[in-house]
């Protein structure tokens, strides 16, 4: 069994920073495609960013390209997800996710979530 544990989330002002990370239990870690998705209060679950097995390949939400950044090291089984310039409106609870098929398709296996409050 998979299983997926982010942490680093809190409470920050607006144009603040935070890195939210997510360790995996997986031996085959590294031929996942992660993803990071957040849901925000009274709102469906949306799609953040994603990476694919090998960083090669990245995708980002329109709403935080040139903020957000997702990379990962297969050696510690970690994904990040660096946010910058957050926004009052980045507030959610903040979810990794892995495609074991290494795509970002099939979000197979969640974390438990971590809340990112920004305060305007």
């Known amino acids: 069994q998979v299983q997926l544990v982010e942490s680093g989330g809190g409470l920050v002002q607006t144009g603040g920073s935070l890195r939210l990370s997510c360790a995996a239990s997986a031996r085959t870690f590294s031929s996942f495609g992660m993803g990071w998705f957040r849901q925000a209060p009274g709102k469906e679950r949306e799609f953040v960013t994603a990476?694919?097995?090998?960083?090669?390949?990245?995708s980002y939400s329109d709403s935080v390209k040139g903020r957000f950044t997702i990379s990962r090291d297969n050696a510690k089984k970690t994904v990040y997800l660096q946010m910058n310039s957050l926004k009052p409106e980045d507030t959610a609870v903040y979810y990794c996710?892995?495609?074991?098929?290494?795509?970002?398709?099939?979000?197979?296996?969640w974390g438990q979530g971590t809340q990112v409050i920004v305060s305007s």
């Open positions: 990476i694919s097995w090998s960083s090669g390949s990245t």
């Open positions: 996710a892995a495609d074991p098929r290494g795509g970002n398709q099939w979000w197979y296996y």
